[in-house]
């Protein structure tokens, strides 16, 4: 009677919990293969997407019920199969996300691994579980509802890979309506690199006020030490220095932030973006160290591609733009930067970015 009911409640959630926790699992190994280069940043579409993400996720429906249902022996199989099945429904919704949605995806999984583990408390009667589990998911899923709100998409978009086709025909398209764009890096001579880095360097020499604009290039290059060290050489000399925080800037929620309190930059120098982005006018310089989508201003302009509407830090309306960046290639999200185009208030300095910021530091 009893005890039997509490056995089929206790098996439902269980395997409720290997599904969440299996597509967790699944979407995570994709995330990090898009992070770590090892598969395309791009958007991956398959035939049939959404019939194959529609029938997973019956047959998952399908396997949980006879989980909760079978003898003992049978369910064990049939869990085996439930964790295969769970795994490929995450493996194919996080490939058709793009690399420039990946925090959102990865604010989503962590809040999929806070249900995963409040149904693991529901399955074992554990009420701590329960509520820790319950606290990580809702807290992952007020972060994903910000950072949607900070790319003026919706989650919806996102998973259903409504930016997929737009952002692959960008990678393709884009260079040929803006042919002089650099796509791939071309190497400057040592001459004009030294006068880049001369010219860069009186620059910011001169400036009252300096914006600093962190991105993935950063910690790429891993350079947050020589930004913390120029920015206190900076102040030293009397000058104003801030930090522009785009919240989606890197490739996690509150990347940025991390690798600055790494190297003890003071969180009162950290300004999100709606706080810095009028001041971006008054400001002598914009550093940018690594950050290519989140100051692109095509998003203000170039219709139909992924990032058109999303909010971005005003970088172009600074009286000069230092972008010390790996290469002129598009960011994750495909669409070329008119910034690199030839201006005369942009300095562009390619190259690994902790060198290149050395370098001035040397200069200065």
């Known amino acids: 009677g009893s005890s039997a009911a509490i056995s089929d409640i206790a098996r439902f959630t269980g395997a409720v919990a290997l599904v969440v926790g299996s597509v967790t699992f699944g979407g995570s190994l994709v995330a990090a293969a898009k992070l770590d280069g090892k598969i395309t940043p791009l958007p991956i579409v398959l035939g049939g997407h959404f019939v194959l993400n529609l029938l997973t996720l019956i047959a998952a429906a399908m396997l949980i019920t006879l989980v909760t249902i079978s003898s003992y022996n049978m369910a064990t199989m049939l869990s085996v199969l439930l964790i295969v099945i769970s795994l490929i429904f995450g493996i194919l919704f996080s490939i058709r996300i793009g690399g420039g949605d990946m925090p959102i995806a990865i604010s989503l999984l962590n809040s999929l691994s806070g249900v995963a583990a409040a149904t693991v408390g529901l399955a074992t009667s554990n009420l701590l579980v329960v509520v820790v589990g319950a606290i990580v998911g809702f807290a992952g899923i007020v972060l994903t509802q910000i950072m949607c709100r900070a790319m003026n998409s919706s989650i919806f978009d996102v998973l259903m890979g409504k930016t997929a086709l ?141 990032i058109y509407g999303m909010p ?31 201006r005369r208030n942009t300095i562009v300095l390619l190259g690994d970015a902790a060198e290149t910021l050395s370098a001035i530091l040397e200069k200065l």
Do not use: W
């Not at 913390?228 to 989606?248: C, D, R």
């Not at 733009?321 to 994750?332: A, E, H, L, Q, S």
């Open 166 to 306: 737009s952002a692959t025909q960008m990678a393709v398209s884009s260079a040929g309506e803006d042919s002089s764009v650099q796509t791939s890096p071309i190497a400057p001579t040592a001459e004009k690199i030294s006068a880049a880095l001369n010219k860069a360097t009186a620059i910011i020499g001169a400036a009252k006020k300096i914006i600093i604009v962190p991105g993935y290039g950063m910690a790429l290059a891993q350079a947050q030490a020589q930004v913390k060290q120029l920015a206190s050489i900076l102040e030293a000399k009397g000058k104003q220095v801030k930090f522009a925080i785009h919240p989606v800037a890197g490739r996690m929620p509150g990347h940025m932030n991390v690798l600055l309190a790494e190297v003890e930059v003071p969180y009162d120098k950290l300004y999100p973006m709606e706080t810095i982005n009028p001041e971006f006018k008054e400001t002598d310089v914009a550093l940018v160290v690594g950050a290519n989508d989140v100051i692109n201003p095509a998003a203000k302009t170039a219709e139909g591609t992924p």
């Open 312 to 342: 971005v830090l005003s970088v172009d309306e600074a009286d000069y733009v230092i972008i010390c960046n790996k290469d002129t290639r598009p960011g994750y999200a495909g669409v070329n930067n008119p910034l690199y185009l030839p």
